[in-house]
């Protein structure tokens, strides 16, 4: 009795492609075309995208961690909003004189 079984199921069907390659997988897509980088789009993982995460996933936790970093960021926050506080207080002033101004020309 011969033994018509492969280990690929598609290679034991009789009359099927019998030159198949004993290690050819049909769920996987083998074409020559693919190269290094399409298999890395289709797979989602970018080396420099991991990067830019850990990188930010350190600063946010050295952040949340660190009471000194801490105090400095409350620190320039409330600087920050004080200098906006300040350009908000100049330009009412000077929309003000501009409309003094107008008000001056119309007389």
């Known amino acids: 009795m011969e033994n018509n ?7 034991s069907r009789r009359g099927q492609n019998q030159n198949m390659n004993i290690n050819h997988n049909p769920y996987i897509n083998q074409s020559s075309n693919t190269n290094v980088s399409n298999s890395q789009n289709q797979s989602g993982f970018n080396n420099a995208d991991f ?6 996933g350190a600063t946010v936790t050295f952040l949340l961690t660190n009471k ?13 909003t004080e200098l906006f506080q300040a350009g908000m207080e100049e330009l009412k002033e000077r929309y003000e004189d501009a409309r003094a101004q107008m008000e001056a020309n119309q007389e």
Do not use: C, P, R, V
Request: glycine content about 12%; charged content about 25%.
């Open 68 to 80: 000194g970093a801490q105090k400095s960021l409350m620190k320039a926050a409330s600087k920050g």
């Open 5 to 11: 079984y492969d280990i690929n199921i598609e290679n």
């Open 51 to 56: 990067i830019k995460g850990a990188l930010i």
